[in-house]
């Protein structure tokens, strides 16, 4: 069983930075897939990041260019760095792993418990 907890989140002003992080445990010997979503209240939630197979990067069209996702192996660490922060950019952040390659579709079967960012113009 897969554990995530997600940090870093926290309130900013408009075109500030942040880096969440996600902690993994419970790992196997199997390869996981990760990535990063993100979800507003009364709306879907949207794959932000993600890492895919042979460590190809996929970016949301909204964040690309402001946003990284890495990881950090010997940590068991998944990070989210993100800049030029926009007010749009508020919402509750997921990372999430899954043994199949999903992307950024938000099939994967880990989930953390989220962190919150809030972005003020």
């Known amino acids: 069983q897969v554990q995530l907890v997600e940090s870093g989140g926290g309130s900013v002003q408009a075109g500030g930075s942040l880096r969440l992080s996600c902690a993994a445990s419970g790992y196997t010997r199997r390869n996981y897939y990760w990535g990063w979503f993100r979800q507003v209240p009364g709306k879907e939630r949207e794959g932000v990041a993600a890492?895919?197979?042979?460590?190809?990067?996929t970016y949301a069209d909204s964040v690309k260019g402001r946003f990284t996702i890495s990881r950090d192996n010997a940590k068991n660490t998944l990070y989210l760095q993100m800049n030029s922060l926009k007010p749009e950019d508020t919402a509750m952040y997921y990372c999430?792993?899954?043994?199949?390659?999903?992307?950024?579709?938000?099939?994967?079967?880990?989930w953390g418990q989220g962190t919150q960012v809030t972005v003020s113009s």
């Open positions: 890492i895919r197979s042979g460590g190809i990067l």
């Open positions: 999430a792993a899954d043994e199949a390659n999903y992307g950024l579709i938000s099939w994967y079967k880990y």
